[in-house]
């Protein structure tokens, strides 16, 4: 009797330790679909993240470019035809000629001040200051403290546009507090006054910026 009930134990401990077995298989079969479906879904917003992130980037940049071309068109709607001929005709041949389409969104007088003085400055563009070997699209000897300086001390620009809305920006300032001559925008390359520079090399500045300014 005590042999039947231990062989009946017996049994039932077997069955048991293969139920078990078939139990802990079971459930990793399952773990493991369900760690397949969790990498399928993290996959899933990885890849769905990606793409918004994407599309984010490049509509913001090209918002960011529109944004810009607005801040130039700041006296016109649209750029003034004329007066870009005549800018390509005046600097053609200089870097400074791929820059007329967007000179002439200004006004004509602050156009004449930005093509003549470049030409003073930079002779439209073929003496630049540069940033590791990069150009800096500064024409017109600007220094203005930012993150990125190009070499001799002046401001580096990002691009075309945004050297031609600073410095359109700054003369506009300057001719709001009367400096609407070639005499007076002097101050554009002494400062507050010219008592330390050489009174020869003011009058060449004054007189060469004068001849371009005097074309519009």
Same mark, same amino acid.
């Given at each position: ?22 139990? =802990? ?60 001929? =005549? ?31 470049? =030409? ?40 075309? =546009? ?55």
């Amino acid at each position: 009797m005590r042999k039947s009930i231990r062989r009946y134990q017996t049994k039932i401990i077997a069955k048991n330790a293969l139920f078990f077995v078939f139990l =802990k298989n079971k459930f990793k079969s399952i773990f493991n679909l369900e760690e397949k479906i969790i990498k399928n879904i993290l996959l899933f917003f990885l890849i769905l993240f990606s793409t918004f992130f994407s599309f984010f980037a490049i509509t913001t940049a090209r918002r960011i470019d529109k944004i810009s071309d607005i801040e130039i068109r700041t006296y016109h709607r649209q750029n003034n035809i004329e007066l870009e001929n =005549k800018i390509k005709k005046i600097t053609a041949g200089y870097p400074m000629n791929q820059m007329a389409y967007y000179i002439s969104y200004q006004d004509t007088e602050v156009a004449a001040f930005m093509v003549a003085i470049a =030409k003073k400055e930079s002779n439209w563009g073929k003496r630049t200051p540069k940033l590791n070997g990069q150009e800096c699209y500064n024409y017109w000897g600007f220094r203005k403290k930012r993150e990125r300086m190009g070499s001799g001390g002046h401001t580096c620009f990002d691009n075309p =546009k945004d050297a031609i809305r600073t410095v359109s920006n700054r003369i506009k300032n300057l001719l709001a507090q009367g400096v609407d001559t070639p005499n007076k925008m002097v101050l554009w390359k002494c400062g507050y006054n010219c008592n330390a520079q050489n009174p020869q090399s003011v009058k060449k500045w004054i007189s060469d910026v004068g001849f371009y300014y005097n074309k519009f």
